[in-house]
């Protein structure tokens, strides 16, 4: 079979977002088991859409939101009689019990936030999971009766109905969140689900997304000239090399420097897509541009916007110097879009790729090679097109580079600090051979001040913040405990070798309730 993203129809989950924030995990776990997931804002998708595609299964995803406020988002109770197996996940549950016309209660004793035990029952769910386990919460709301023809099937010792089922629809649903890796057999009730009760096959792979790409945008854009946005990092490097293999000298690759990369980041960009792949490469030295628009703005979600729109500004610059450019390509990935508002989704933060093109731009249309892909699919997709380890593996980037790692307003003096002792800080990881044991670690210029000792002077200078989290998915993180002496050496090197720096803290705060980046 043909495992395209686009091509593969044959088995898929529908994963319903209410506004969940764990809505993109949950697809991301689906795919671990080999089953193509998709996630639709509830919104945009209607029972009748839901039948005719033919989905294998339906996931309802959690949500801030409690079923008895009308602005809530609700569904046509239609969905329960389509024959489609379904498992509704915290607000999910709750949802799938009103429909259904079960009762929900909320009050203050029996919120339940973090790690759980929960006890479960003989059922095809919890197979293979043992009768007592830990589970993540995070609710207020619960099913206090289920519906009729409902069953409980687990409880913890403040909810009562911590999972039901209606064994005969294939209805189930859990008031945790197995998704999250705090739940310990959270995956195994997920396999369960797909392979059981939704009695998928799991041949989706990433093996033939390479081949098949190239085979669809060799034909797609055939005679076009098409504008490669390339800002370096994983995602839009692996869709230059994959557009590369397509379509070769009608790919024009825009790498723009903005000021807001890492130390040396710029050059190591153009000789690599430039000397090893023999690109079209143009590198459009653009620091001053962005540092004027970005003078005196302080408001991370400016930030974002002011670059994402200076990019836009900048490619039709080029576009306009190179004649008629017909396709925009970006390395816009999945988690891009869902943290920048999927349906009624909360937005975490703006993303510069996200969102089409503004009206006055030159290019007939976008091609988004990775937007239904994870960050670790995008990388797997790296490998197979032989892109070098130190590119596909790099340390994550934000697209708006140094400018949310700097607080507040922005300018070269804090840019040319932060550059040195993030290189400072990476170097000491790599001596200490740890950067296999956290996914992400860079240094922060906060905007805080504070009195500082040098030689017998009093100083004032800024404080730097270190982060390095531990994860598998990027939506939830554990901070890293990265040994003592690391750390001392990375504070000491910093305070000694970069100007204005007088002190060094270290950020313990995990994901949830922080982000990954400050901004």
Partial sequence: MKNNVEKNTTEKILVLDFGGQYNQLIARRVREQHVYAEIKPYNKISADEIRSVGYKGIIFTGGPNSVYDESSPHYDPEILELGIPILGICYGVQLMAYMAEGEICSAENSSEYGKTLVYTEKNVLFRDVPEESVCWMSHTDFVKTPPVGFNVIAHTEKCPCAAMCDESRKLYGVQFHPEVT????????????????????????????????????????AGKRVLLALSGGVDSSVAAVLLHKAIGQNLTCVFVDHGLLRKDEGDFVEQTFRSQFGMNLIRVNAQDRFLNKLSGVTEPERKRKIIGEEFIRVFEDEAKKLGKMDVLVQGTIYPDVVESGNGDSAVIKSHHNVGGLPDVI??????????????????????????????????????????????????????????????????????????????????????????????????????????????????????????????????????????????????????PPATVEWE
């Fill in 362 to 511: 030159s290019f007939d249309e976008i091609v988004e090679p990775f937007r239904e892909l994870f960050k670790d699919e995008v990388r797997e997709a790296g490998t197979q097109l032989g892109i070098p380890h130190e590119l596909v593996w790099r340390q994550p980037f934000p697209g708006p580079g140094l400018a949310v790692r700097v607080i507040g307003e922005i300018t070269k003096e804090k840019l040319d600090i932060l550059r040195e002792a993030d290189a400072i800080f990476r170097e000491e990881i790599a001596k200490a051979g740890l950067e296999g044991t956290t996914n992400q670690y860079f240094a922060v210029l906060t905007d805080l001040r504070s009195v500082g000792v040098m030689g017998d002077a009093r100083t004032y200078g800024y404080t730097i913040a270190l982060r390095a989290v531990t994860t598998d998915d990027f939506m939830t993180a554990e901070w890293t405990r990265l040994p003592y002496e690391v750390l001392e050496r990375a504070s000491s090197r910093i305070t000694n070798e970069v100007g204005g720096i007088t002190r060094v803290v270290y950020d313990i705060t995990s994901k």
């Fill in 182 to 221: 705090h739940t310990v057999y959270g995956k195994q009730m997920l396999r369960n689900f797909l392979f059981e009760i939704c009695s998928c096959a799991g041949e989706w792979k990433m093996e033939n997304f390479v081949e098949n790409s190239i085979e669809k945008y060799r034909s797609k854009l």
